[in-house]
């Protein structure tokens, strides 16, 4: 029971941690639409781009391995601070270095490239930070995670609005990024230090092993990164800003669903790794209810949004962004296939099968990228939806292979049952709505509550019926 509660407060910590920096980024995202345009907007996500590309390579497959390694041995967690902070702060900059080079020999406007420069600088801290949410993580203490970031996360936003209300320039929301991810490093390393006795010292032994340990970890994360924005570089190489600027928008539209999905994936996956041992029926009942339950998220979306994606876009930005509808619905498919390649993804590692994530990674970037250049070249928006949906395709299915030859196959018809009878009755919902044809707001809110009002019933009829439910209450009454 105090496993199930630990759990559960885990996934909420991160969701809260997830769900702010979802909700400020898609606000900041709206209001330098609606502020400074779409091709500053792309000017800002282009250079978010290439920082969460480099920080990527820097710092994620460093986390992912002191993650798995620190929840199966906490009493290291010293060394792993100390001397895994040292190792990250060298990678760090020797990213820093790397992102410069690229930019500089890219045909990118000065505007565009000094304020890749500053953001790029955010990659020192948020990698370091990292290093303390590893941590955090294994021991399984994620709401220490979320205070020392959420705060932050709404303070950058109030600023970053106030400063563009105040006329400043692009450049100087790039430099409130990276001074906001330092103060985020500071907190955490002052909550950490009262959970762990600091040793102040670098052990080589340890940068060494570190470094060959997680070299499969490296290649991974840096092809994944990549691959995950190639759409938006491919997009300002083959067509603009403006392009870069309304394809983010679309992808922002779907970040909510990705970082809910992220956030109780992560929580999982220590509780993955430690049930490894426990035999594979178990893994097998872990990894299906978790597909089971973003599954009940994400169809129900993708069905709102084939309804009223057009009207999301011009509420939320404005009638400019309308043109980005189909390239919406398009993208929207790949909300089907992100709750099986999330989850197998961290399945997969937690069974030190991670040599077939990297294979993945690499099949998937690379037939994805050479298909994005065609397809962007003759489609440009459009295609670059195409693109990403086909990148999904491809991890899908190749995740699903592998977890089926290498360790069990999965109960589909168990996984989807219950996400389609939610489905089912949100279909019933959107056609009404359609047909009456409220205006947005309205739509959303009563959407939403009949999708929750589902939700309840539905875990109610799980449970054993209302009278069972009420038993259970009263009793831990």
Same mark, same amino acid.
Request: proline share 2%; with cysteine.
């Given at each position: ?9 885990n ?19 709206? $209001? ?5 345009g ?13 920082y969460?590309?480099?920080? !990527?390579?820097?710092?994620?497959g460093?986390?992912? /391995? ?11 967690t ?20 790397a =992102? ?9 406007s ?8 500053? &953001?790029g ?5 948020? $990698?370091?930070?990292n290093?303390?949410e $590893?941590v ?7 709401h /220490? ?11 950058r =936003?109030?600023?970053?609005? +106030? ?8 450049e100087y929301l ?7 991810e ?6 955490? +390393?002052i ?8 040793k +102040? ?8 092993d ?6 499969t ?7 994944a ?11 300002s190489? =083959?067509?603009?800003?403006l392009?870069? !600027?309304l *394809? ?8 909510p669903? =990705? ?10 996956f220590?509780?993955?790794?430690k ?9 097998q009942e ?11 998220? !994400? ?17 939320? @930005?404005?009638?400019s ?19 099986f390649?999330?989850?197998?993804? @961290? ?14 990674v ?21 295609? $670059?939806?195409? &693109?990403?949906?086909?990148?999904t395709? /491809?991890?899908f ?10 360790? *069990?196959?999965?109960? /589909?018809?168990?996984?989807i ?9 949100m279909?019933g919902v959107?056609?009404?709505l ?6 947005f ?5 009563i959407?939403t ?9 539905l875990?109610?009829?799980?449970? !054993?019926?209302?009278h ?10």
């Amino acid at each position: 029971m105090v496993e199930k509660y630990k759990f559960i407060s885990n996934s909420l910590s991160m969701i809260v941690n997830r769900l702010a920096q979802s909700i400020t980024t898609f606000v900041l995202t709206a $209001a330098i639409a609606r502020n400074l345009g779409a091709e500053a907007l792309g000017q800002y996500l282009l250079a978010y781009s290439y920082y969460f590309i480099f920080v !990527g390579i820097a710092s994620q497959g460093l986390k992912t /391995l002191f993650t798995r390694e620190l929840a199966r041995e906490p009493q290291k967690t010293p060394v792993y601070l100390m001397s895994g902070t040292w190792l990250q702060l060298i990678f760090s900059l020797l990213s820093y270095g790397a =992102l410069v080079i690229v930019v500089f020999l890219l045909p990118y406007s000065s505007n565009t490239s000094n304020l890749c420069y500053i &953001m790029g600088l955010t990659i020192i801290p948020f $990698a370091l930070s990292n290093v303390t949410e $590893a941590v955090f993580q294994a021991k399984e203490k994620m709401h /220490l995670i979320a205070i020392a970031t959420v705060p932050v996360y709404v303070l950058r =936003l109030i600023i970053m609005i +106030w400063a563009m209300q105040m006329m400043y320039g692009i450049e100087y929301l790039g430099a409130i990024l990276f001074f906001s991810e330092t103060l985020i490093l500071v907190i955490e +390393w002052i909550i950490i230090t009262q959970l762990v006795k600091i040793k +102040w010292q670098i052990d080589t032994f340890f940068l060494w092993d570190t470094i060959k340990n997680a070299r499969t970890f490296f290649a991974i994360d840096a092809i994944a990164v990549v691959g995950s924005r190639i759409q938006i570089l491919i997009l300002s190489l =083959l067509g603009n800003e403006l392009l870069v !600027g309304l *394809f983010g928008a679309i992808v922002q539209v779907l970040q909510p669903f =990705l970082i809910i999905a992220n956030s109780i994936t992560v929580a999982m996956f220590p509780r993955l790794t430690k049930v490894v041992d426990q035999g594979r029926e178990k893994q097998q009942e872990i990894t299906e209810s978790f597909i089971e339950i973003l599954l009940t998220m !994400g169809l129900p979306l993708f069905l709102g949004l084939l309804f009223f994606g057009k009207d999301l876009l011009i509420f939320i @930005y404005d009638y400019s962004f309308a043109q980005g509808s189909l390239a919406l619905s398009i993208s929207a498919i790949s909300l089907l296939l992100w709750p099986f390649t999330r989850v197998l993804c @961290y399945l997969l590692v937690a069974n030190h099968f991670e040599r077939v994530n990297l294979r993945e990674v690499v099949i998937t970037t690379t037939l994805g990228s050479l298909g994005g250049v065609a397809l962007v070249s003759q489609y440009q928006l459009v295609g $670059a939806s195409i &693109m990403a949906l086909l990148m999904t395709i /491809l991890g899908f299915i190749q995740y699903f292979y592998f977890t089926y030859t290498l360790l *069990f196959p999965l109960n /589909l018809l168990r996984v989807i049952r219950r996400p389609v009878m939610i489905s089912t009755l949100m279909l019933g919902v959107f056609l009404i709505l359609k047909k009456i044809n409220l205006d947005f707001l309205s739509t959303l809110i009563i959407a939403t509550s009949f999708y929750i009002l589902f939700i309840i019933f539905l875990s109610i009829y799980v449970l !054993g019926g209302i009278h069972i439910v009420w038993k259970k209450i009263v009793k831990k009454g």
